[in-house]
């Protein structure tokens, strides 16, 4: 088995996964690299669900009887740890939506319904960057058809990383809000945090980032990033679908409008008028995802047990090893920096003139699980005139022995192919 340095005990984490156990297509053993699209989850995530809809399932706050009681404080006690996960000044500053994309809307929704001095209009810019998923893309498309506002965006350099040259041009006087993802789910490329926020802040300009892909993989830090949003998911982190976070300066989110209106975000309502609850429940209307935010915390007790700086180390020795190994097929193409360094732990590449969705078709015959398509990111593929790439992703349980299966199968796909 191949050793490499800075390696978790995959073994040993491998048996909380009983996902990984499976055998597929008539015993073939799971290979799984499709971590950027979801992470798989640990007995200890299972357990905390069962558990919460066993002993505690009740709606959150209001109850006063005892299961309400032990139902509000899991919720609350799923945003305490959140808070101390991604270093945030405040608890009442952590948000729950059902995935970023409804965090990313949230901020566009709110910013195109506030007063002055943060209303987006017609006199105003945004900005964004060619690498964004579509769901840091198209919420602000549809702010700027609906103000009128001017959309803007930093282009792509050939190695797959966002071009500078020209960021006083982009961010200027009438940028409003600037919107950019951490780590690109398709081309694995780290983003220049401080060079981007620093511009920002000159302008007086508003910053919020995509840690959808960074959150279950390194250590996050808002304050140490110095941006005013930061949303990311809990599918991908070891957690249940259907929840979100959205964390946001407390100062913004006294100040800003809500996004929803229902039950829970008030205060007091009347026929004629209503008033809102503060942050953060003035932006969750009606009964919220309790039992995913349960799964959440119990996701960030798992991921925080083992260490994000550990699992960053993991991760960057399994894709340097990954790059190396994929270089050595011939034909393939990364798409994205080809190297380890800033990068994140997914690569996607093309395989000569094969059709991604074949070579996703003929792995998966082989038990091994990729990604193809265009990952809801069109405009990088557009960019480098390729239809798709096949993508591999990789996490904390991914091993050396993955990385050889991959390129063992794509071997077979070229010689399928002929």
């Not at 930061?230 to 976070?245: D, L, N, S």
């Amino acid at each position: 088995m191949t050793q490499l340095p800075g390696l978790l005990d995959t073994e040993a984490i491998r048996k909380d996964f009983p996902i990984l156990d499976r055998q597929v297509h008539d015993g073939r053993k799971l290979v799984y690299l499709d971590n950027a699209a979801t992470s798989q989850k640990p007995r200890q995530v299972l357990d905390a669900l069962g558990e919460y809809y066993e002993r505690y399932n009740a709606n959150v706050h209001r109850g006063v009887h005892v299961l309400a009681e032990e139902a509000t404080a899991l919720y609350e006690g799923a945003r305490d740890k959140v808070a101390e996960f991604v270093n945030a000044p405040s608890r009442d500053e952590v948000i729950f939506t059902k995935n970023a994309s409804e965090s990313l809307n949230l901020v566009a929704n709110m910013l195109g319904w506030a007063d002055e001095p943060y209303r987006v209009d017609h006199e105003t810019e945004i900005v964004i960057t060619e690498m964004e998923h579509h769901s840091n893309i198209v919420p602000w498309q549809l702010l700027a058809q609906r103000t009128g506002a001017k959309l803007k965006w930093f282009g792509l350099t050939d190695d797959g990383r966002l071009d500078l040259s020209n960021i006083d041009e982009i961010i200027t006087e009438k940028t409003k809000i600037v919107s950019f993802v951490l780590v690109s789910n398709i081309l694995g490329t780290v983003n220049p945090v401080e060079a981007i926020v620093r511009r920002a802040q000159e302008v007086g300009a508003l910053v919020c980032i995509d840690a959808s892909q960074a959150a279950p993989h390194m250590p996050l830090d808002v304050q140490a990033l110095q941006a005013d949003f930061v949303a990311f998911t809990g599918h991908k982190m070891c957690g249940p679908t259907g929840i979100g976070v959205l964390w946001g300066r407390q100062e913004l989110l006294e100040d800003l409008p809500p996004f929803l209106g229902g039950g829970e975000m008030i205060e007091t309502v009347s026929m004629s008028s209503s008033t809102y609850a503060p942050a953060p429940h003035k932006f969750e209307a009606g009964t919220p995802p309790i039992a995913q935010a349960v799964g959440l915390g119990a996701a960030i007790d798992y991921l925080s047990g083992i260490g994000m700086d550990k699992i960053l180390a993991h991760e960057h020795a399994i894709t340097e090893y990954a790059v190396k190994r994929l270089l050595e097929v011939p034909d393939l193409r990364i798409i994205g920096p080809a190297t380890a360094e800033d990068r994140g732990a997914a690569i996607s590449f093309t395989l000569g003139d094969i059709h991604p969705h074949d070579v996703g078709q003929v792995l998966d015959e082989q038990g091994i699980a990729v990604r193809v398509g265009h990952h809801c990111a069109r405009p990088v593929c557009l960019r480098y005139g390729i239809p798709a790439t096949t993508r591999a992703s990789f996490y904390l349980y991914s091993t050396p022995a993955d990385i050889d299966a991959l390129v063992d199968g794509l071997e077979h796909v070229r010689n399928f192919f002929g």
